[in-house]
């Protein structure tokens, strides 16, 4: 039951997450009437369930029938397969604590991954969930969890300040720094090279793909690190215990 309540809930908040991800960045208000892209009808409740409504109405809206962006479903699967995983692996508090982890690392992850944007805001959300709320997830302290988020911050603005300094140009933007200050909150000074090993492989992975793709230097090319970040962070919550036991 634990795992399907996640499921659910991970599919309502994946409603939120992806209307977020869609209108911030254009401006638009988070919080407004939704409505069909297509003609601007509001959307009635019926409009509205997760997944559900989009397979009733085959991914069109009912009125002017115009396709409906499947970015939505995506996202809301995504939301979803959070919770379960996280309740299936981590049956209990531990279990929602890494589930709400994950949800706030998501809108995160997209808005980086589609316009390298990491909002101070919900940076600031998740570090202070993460001081408040995660000493159970992996039994770590609140000072280790302060330790985290300082020496995550400082150890990216270190690395962002002397690339500038060598190169004479910006080789990490601001946010990611508070990113890994803000996931060091959560996982604790411990867990954070883990972490960040992850998110470094992820990354350098996903360049070299990327150049042989595109006609780019490697140099010039833009990396969405806090896509990895927030990837590597998720991935470490279960992998730390596994490399920490003795």
């Known amino acids: 039951m634990g795992v399907l309540f996640a499921g659910v809930t991970g599919l309502v908040l994946g409603s939120f997450i992806a209307t977020l991800v869609l209108r911030w960045p254009a401006g638009r208000s988070v919080f407004g009437r939704s409505q069909c892209d297509g003609c601007g009808r509001p959307l009635g409740a019926r409009d509205l369930v997760p997944l559900l409504s989009a397979l009733i109405s085959r991914g069109r809206c009912r009125t002017c029938k115009a396709?409906?962006?499947?970015?939505?479903?995506?996202?809301?699967?995504?939301?979803?397969?959070?919770?379960?995983?996280?309740?299936?692996?981590?049956?209990?508090?531990?279990?929602?604590?890494?589930?709400?982890?994950?949800?706030?690392?998501?809108?995160?992850?997209?808005?980086?991954?589609?316009?390298?944007?990491?909002?101070?805001?919900?940076?600031?959300?998740?570090?202070?969930?993460?001081?408040?709320?995660?000493?159970?997830?992996?039994?770590?302290?609140?000072?280790?969890?302060?330790i985290g988020a300082l020496a995550g911050g400082a150890v990216l603005a270190?690395?962002?300040?002397?690339?500038?300094?060598?190169?004479?140009?910006?080789?990490?933007?601001?946010?990611?720094?508070?990113?890994?200050?803000?996931?060091g909150a959560w996982l604790g000074w411990q867990a954070l090279p883990l972490m960040l090993l992850l998110a470094s492989l992820g990354g350098i992975v996903w360049a070299l793909i990327a150049q042989r793709k595109g006609d780019r230097p490697l140099g010039e090319r833009r990396v969405p690190f806090g896509v990895f970040a927030c990837t590597a962070a998720f991935a470490a919550v279960p992998l730390w215990p596994l490399f920490s036991a003795r």
């Open 67 to 146: 396709p409906i962006d499947r970015f939505h479903w995506w996202v809301e699967l995504g939301s979803a397969v959070i919770g379960i995983v996280a309740l299936a692996l981590l049956p209990g508090t531990a279990g929602w604590l890494w589930a709400l982890l994950g949800w706030l690392l998501l809108p995160l992850a997209l808005l980086d991954a589609r316009h390298f944007w990491l909002p101070d805001r919900l940076n600031a959300l998740l570090a202070v969930a993460g001081l408040l709320l995660a000493g159970p997830l992996l039994g770590t302290l609140l000072l280790d969890r302060w």
């Open 158 to 183: 270190l690395i962002a300040w002397t690339y500038r300094r060598a190169r004479g140009t910006e080789g990490m933007g601001g946010g990611d720094p508070k990113l890994v200050a803000a996931i």
